[in-house]
C-alpha cells in the first residue's frame, strides 16, 4: 500500500534562513507528488506538483520540490523564510486512480524572528 | 470564481445527535471529495464522488457515516449518533475530473466539536 512519511513533526527556523522539509513517499508505480500548505484554522493550499519531465519543480510562495526517483523522496525547499511561512505542510501522493490522494502527517514549521 | 464552499464552519454536537456537513464544489467541478484530519494528525481519505454517484468510498467507517453529491445541490457528508471520536476536522475538495494529475482544490473544512 501507498504510504507518505514525513519525519520532521516540527521544525524551527530563523526568518532569512533556508529551509528544507522532507518527504519519502512508498508507491510502485510512478507517483503524483503534491505540497500542500495549511495555515491554522483554514483549508489546504496547493504550493506545487510533480507529475512527470523536470524534477525540479517550481511553486508559488518562492517554493520549489525535487524528486528523487532513487531514493523516494520529495523535498520541499526555500532558500530564504519570511515569518509570513509559518504553517503546516503536508506532503501527498496521488493513488488509486481517481486522485484518491495520500497524506503524510505533516510538519508543523515555526519561523523566529 | 468562488472556491470550493463549505458549511457549516464549525458544528457542535451532543453524542447520538445526527451531524451534517456541506460541501460545494469549484464552478465546473464534478468530483468531490471528503478527507477527515483528527488532532495531530494528517489528512485522511474518506470517500470519493461524482454527481450521483459514490466511486470510492473504502475511508468511510463502515457504520454511522453516509455521503451523496445529487445531481443538484451541494454534496453531504452524514454522521448518524455521533460519538466524541468523530470529533475532528472534515475537508472537502473538488477536481474537474478523476484523473491522478488534476488538482484538488480544498475547502476550509467544518470543525465537528462532539460534547
Known amino acids: 500500500a501507498q504510504s507518505v512519511t514525513q519525519p520532521d513533526i516540527h521544525i524551527t527556523v530563523s526568518e532569512g534562513a533556508s529551509l528544507e522539509l522532507r518527504c519519502n513517499y512508498s508507491y510502485g508505480a510512478t507517483p503524483y507528488l503534491f505540497w500542500y500548505v495549511q495555515s491554522p484554522g483554514q483549508g489546504l493550499q496547493l504550493l506545487l506538483k510533480?507529475?512527470?519531465?523536470?524534477?525540479l519543480v517550481q511553486g508559488i510562495k518562492g517554493f520549489e520540490a525535487e524528486f528523487k526517483r532513487s531514493q523516494s523522496s520529495f523535498n520541499l525547499r526555500k532558500p530564504s523564510v519570511h515569518w509570513s511561512d509559518a504553517a503546516e505542510y503536508f506532503c501527498?501522493?496521488?493513488?488509486?486512480?481517481?486522485?484518491?490522494?495520500?497524506f503524510g502527517t505533516g510538519t508543523q514549521l515555526k519561523v523566529e524572528l | 470564481n468562488a472556491g470550493v464552499m463549505q458549511n457549516p464552519r464549525h458544528l457542535v454536537r451532543r453524542r447520538g445527535q445526527e451531524a451534517r456537513l456541506r460541501c460545494s464544489p469549484m464552478?465546473?467541478?464534478?468530483?468531490v471529495y471528503w478527507y477527515r484530519q483528527l488532532p495531530e494528525e494528517g489528512l485522511k481519505f474518506m470517500v470519493y464522488l461524482q454527481k450521483e454517484n459514490i466511486i470510492d468510498e473504502s475511508g468511510m467507517p463502515k457504520e454511522r457515516f453516509s455521503a451523496e453529491f445529487p445531481k443538484e445541490g451541494p454534496s453531504i457528508l452524514r454522521i448518524q449518533q455521533v460519538v466524541r471520536g468523530d470529533s475532528a476536522a472534515y475537508f472537502c475538495?473538488?477536481?474537474?475530473?478523476?484523473?491522478?494529475?488534476?488538482?484538488?482544490?480544498f475547502g476550509p473544512g467544518t470543525r465537528l466539536t462532539v460534547l
Open positions: 501527498a501522493v496521488a493513488t488509486g486512480g481517481g486522485n484518491k490522494l495520500t
Open positions: 510533480y507529475f512527470s519531465g523536470d524534477t
Open positions: 475538495a473538488s477536481s474537474p475530473s478523476g484523473r491522478d494529475t488534476d488538482t484538488q482544490y
Open positions: 464552478k465546473g467541478h464534478s468530483h
